[in-house]
C-alpha cells in the first residue's frame, strides 16, 4: 500500500475517534443536565408536599375538639360534624 493511502486511512481512523470522545462528551454533559434539573425538580415536589402536610397538620390541631372537616381524610367521621354543627347551633 502507498504511504499517501496509510496515511488518509490513519487520519481518518483518528478524526473519527476524536469525533466519538467529542460526541461522547456531549452526550454526557446533556444528560447530566437533565439528571441535575430531574433532581432539583423531585426536591421542589418533595417540599411542597410537605408543606401541605404540614399545613394539613396544622389545619387538623386548630380544631381542639377533634372533629376532622376534611372529607377526603381517611379519619373523617360524618356523624360527629354533624354532631358538632348540631351543637354549634
Do not use: C
Not at 8 to 17: D, E, F, H, M
Not at 42 to 67: F, M, Y
Amino acid at each position: 500500500m502507498s504511504t499517501t493511502l496509510n496515511v488518509a486511512r490513519y487520519s481518518a481512523l483518528l478524526s473519527g475517534v476524536f469525533y466519538g470522545i467529542y460526541h461522547r462528551r456531549s452526550l454526557q454533559k446533556a444528560y447530566d443536565q437533565d439528571k441535575e434539573h430531574h433532581a432539583i425538580h423531585q426536591r421542589e415536589q418533595l417540599i411542597a408536599q410537605a408543606k401541605d402536610a404540614w399545613r394539613h397538620k396544622q389545619e387538623s390541631a386548630k380544631g381542639s375538639d377533634g372533629v376532622i372537616t376534611n372529607p377526603e381524610d381517611p379519619r373523617f367521621d360524618l356523624e360527629k360534624l354533624i354532631a358538632k354543627w348540631e351543637k354549634d347551633l
